[in-house]
């Protein structure tokens, strides 16, 4: 190991005061840093390894090997000085498997990485079970686990070793061997990442460090190419059958929370502005369920359609056929005078279209609804998605106010996928085929005048792609990542996609617009929680509405 940068953990026994141990020695550049002894040593017959090897000792002590006093216990952390983060321990094969296992104590005392080497004997379905395990403890220590097994070449009388070798992360299987074969596991480990994330749980305290042994290396860091899975559309499931899980749970999350405030304000009526575009689509789509756990009939939603400068017949029709098919009850309510009239009230040219022109029509709309709702006793369901409320694409007091925002978890990638799940699970062929030509729609709020009849104001155009924004949105504010870091990530991700000219560009954007607007989101309405990213004032997010973005758009600015 001398001209290695490679810290190498080797199963070993070690003969110490009369005892025989099943050890673990940690190497690096041609020096024993330590030996861990196993804890738990099975004793299932006669042949097992409590014939040949005694449980580790107590405490830790030093032992003399080759000239060297060599640290020796189970208690040891193996610290890198150049990435702090990176800290090692180590527990050896049944260690995992009991109750109490070592790693619960390593993690406690800051490890941040756990490495196992295993003699784990290998019978039908165990594998199984052993991937499971070594998933959960990960995500119980919010750690990454590092899983070497005893492989071909090493079976013994009755026994059979199947080298199954598993590098997991925070509960992700990031790498695995097949069974039965040899050679090589590789992943990565973003111990950056776990120590985030240790750092943002209050439940997650460390102690017990003062038994520790801490013995220091210094790995040189480099960049290595990733082999790792990430993901482009991290909120969204890869496969058919978990993503149509998550749809559903999703529903009932927003169904039920719009059920509970109906119930309690005593609303008679559900009011929503429906549009015809993805949004507002899928907030008539909880209100209807919601409406029905509560067996009350469909018309009891009332659905405002109100056309204006930029509505399209292909929106407006798309929202009239979803409230037939749905059995709401539709009004219309053309605000094109009244707008007019409050530009002339103001003094605004109407041939200006600035952002007065936009604003004064979201705002006349929330004022529609929120005065029908008055008129029906009812409450106004808001449709702005999570995406939304992120970038600050929203007018202030306009649709960014209601009294209930059913969709303010929901990240508009995954928007798209839940109405394309209700689309598949309805049956009705007339529903089916307006949800499908309101998911070929393009975003947009409809405030500028149409071209043609087309939409001419492109929500993408303008603030950049969703699934961009949404990508940066995860990390930022689930893993704080860094915006270089990011920017890598990104790169990996949508590699074909956008370049890194257009990542930087769009990331630029998402950062300036994500400070600048988090006055918007301060005084945001009630709305259920679904996933680990929410930026409700009231829940997880805590941010002050004049924070500083100028060292994030400095960081960007030297990656240009």
């Not at 039965?180 to 990565?188: A, D, M, P, R």
């Not at 993901?231 to 927003?254: K, L, N, W």
């Amino acid at each position: 190991s001398a001209g290695t940068n490679t810290v190498i953990v080797v199963g070993v026994p070690l003969s110490y005061n009369g005892k025989l141990y099943n050890c673990a020695a940690v190497l690096f550049r041609g020096k024993i840093l330590g030996i861990v002894p196993k804890t738990n040593i099975p004793n299932y017959n006669e042949f097992y390894e409590y014939r040949h090897f005694a449980p580790a000792p107590s405490s830790t002590c030093e032992i003399r090997i080759g000239g060297e006093h060599i640290p020796f216990g189970t208690d040891i952390i193996f610290e890198c000085s150049t990435i702090p983060e990176f800290k090692l321990a180590i527990e050896i094969c049944e260690d995992l498997w009991v109750p109490l296992p070592p790693s619960i104590r390593h993690a406690a005392a800051g490890a941040t990485i756990i490495a196992n080497v295993s003699a784990s004997d290998e019978t039908i379905g165990k594998d199984d079970y052993r991937r499971n395990l070594v998933s959960s403890q990960s995500a119980r220590l919010i750690s990454g686990y590092v899983y070497a097994d005893a492989g071909e070449g090493e079976s013994s009388t009755d026994m059979v070793f199947a080298g199954h070798d598993l590098i997991a992360e925070n509960g992700s299987i990031l790498a695995e061997s097949k069974l039965f074969s040899t050679g090589l596991t590789i992943s990565e480990i973003d111990v950056f990442r776990l120590d985030n994330e240790r750092k943002k749980l209050t439940t997650y305290s460390v102690q017990g460090t003062d038994s520790y042994t801490v013995i220091p290396f210094d790995m040189m860091p480099f960049d290595t190419d990733l082999t790792r899975t990430v993901d482009m559309r991290p909120f969204v499931p890869s496969s058919d059958s978990d993503r149509a899980r998550r749809c559903e749970c999703i529903f009932s999350i927003q169904s039920l929370g719009l059920k509970k405030r109906l119930e309690h304000s005593l609303a008679k009526k559900a009011v929503v502005g429906i549009s015809g575009g993805l949004d507002s689509c899928l907030a008539l789509l909880v209100m209807v369920r919601a409406i029905d756990m509560l067996a009350r009939p469909r018309t009891d939603i009332i659905a405002v359609t109100m056309p204006c400068f930029g509505t399209t017949s292909r929106t407006r029709g798309n929202a009239e056929k979803l409230c037939d098919r749905l059995g709401v009850t539709l009004r219309q309510v053309d605000i094109t005078d009244a707008v007019l009239k409050h530009f002339s009230d103001i003094g605004h040219d109407p041939s200006v279209l600035d952002v007065t022109y936009e604003n004064c029509q979201a705002r006349e709309r929330t004022q529609v609804l929120m005065d029908i709702a008055n008129e029906t006793g009812g409450l106004v369901v808001g449709t702005g998605d999570l995406s939304e409320l992120a970038l600050g694409w929203a007018t202030y007091n306009g649709d960014h106010m209601s009294m209930y925002g059913v969709n303010a978890g929901v990240p508009k990638t995954l928007i798209r996928h839940m109405v394309k799940y209700e689309a598949d699970i309805s049956g009705d062929e007339e529903l089916i085929k307006v949800l499908y030509d309101i998911l070929d729609t393009p975003v947009s709020p409809e405030l500028l005048p149409a071209v043609n009849g087309d939409i001419s104001q492109k929500t993408e155009d303008l603030v950049g792609p969703y699934e961009l924004h949404d990508f940066f949105l995860y990390y930022v504010v689930r893993w704080g990542f860094s915006p270089a870091k990011i920017l890598r990530l990104a790169e990996y991700a949508f590699e074909g996609t956008y370049d890194r000219v257009v990542i930087l560009k769009w990331l630029k954007t998402f950062y300036w617009r994500f400070f600048s607007q988090q006055f918007k989101r301060s005084c945001l309405p009630d709305g259920p929680k679904v996933g680990s990213v929410t930026l409700s004032p009231r829940g997880d997010w805590r941010m002050p509405s004049d924070a500083s973005v100028s060292a994030w758009i400095g960081e960007i600015e030297k990656l240009m």
